[in-house]
């Protein structure tokens, strides 16, 4: 069921997220040098996040993707872990950095970025457009971070309820969630 769109509220707008997107790819520019890259997107939530930060990255930079999935109702994670579609490659040796929208309970990045460390990349870091503190329940930080936010349930830019609104420019808060 769709939201009404009074329940919207304009949290990060395009500019301010282009603004930090741009901050992060000269942050890992800086750090990675011009060593090979290969950033891995967490489908579906970071397809727009890592579309716009793959162009703000100047070092030679390569690109897959994981499809996860957590069961649980449409705002909160369960903490059971689906993997639906599989890296394509090899990850051995190489600098890997996981493209997430948004770190919540924590589940699905502590699961992902333990079964990727088994692969043995020569280093694994994460990087979330948003991070919201207020819900961690496992021990797990983003190296990169675009926003901070404490907790609520936001849509837009990737983000979904119930797999609708991933293609609004901007990121709004719902209310009464
Ligand atoms: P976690 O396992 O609880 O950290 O949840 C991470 C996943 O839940 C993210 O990759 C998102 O797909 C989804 N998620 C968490 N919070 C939100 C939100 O506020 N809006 C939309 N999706 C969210
Ligand atoms: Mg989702």
Do not use: W
């Amino acid at each position: 069921m769709p939201i009404p769109r009074e329940k919207f509220k304009i949290l990060y707008s395009r500019e301010r997220i282009a603004a930090e997107v741009k901050r992060l790819g000269q942050e890992i520019t800086r750090d990675y040098q011009q060593r090979d890259i290969l950033l891995v997107g967490v489908l579906k939530g970071s397809f727009l996040f890592i579309a716009d930060l793959i162009r703000e990255i100047e070092s030679p930079t390569m690109i897959d993707f994981v499809r996860l999935a957590s069961y649980g109702s449409q705002t909160q994670s369960s903490g059971i872990i689906e993997f639906r579609k599989e890296l394509e490659m090899p990850i051995r040796d190489r600098d890997v950095i996981i493209v997430e929208d948004i770190v919540d309970s924590g589940y699905t990045l502590e699961c992902l970025y333990n079964k990727l460390l088994l692969q043995e990349p020569r280093s694994l870091k994460i990087c979330s457009l948003i991070d919201k503190r207020g819900r961690r329940e496992v021990e797990i930080e983003a190296d990169y971070v675009g926003m901070t936010m404490d907790e609520g349930f936001i849509i837009g830019y990737g983000l979904d309820y119930d797999e609708h609104y991933r293609n609004l420019p901007d990121i709004y808060t719902v209310e009464d969630f």
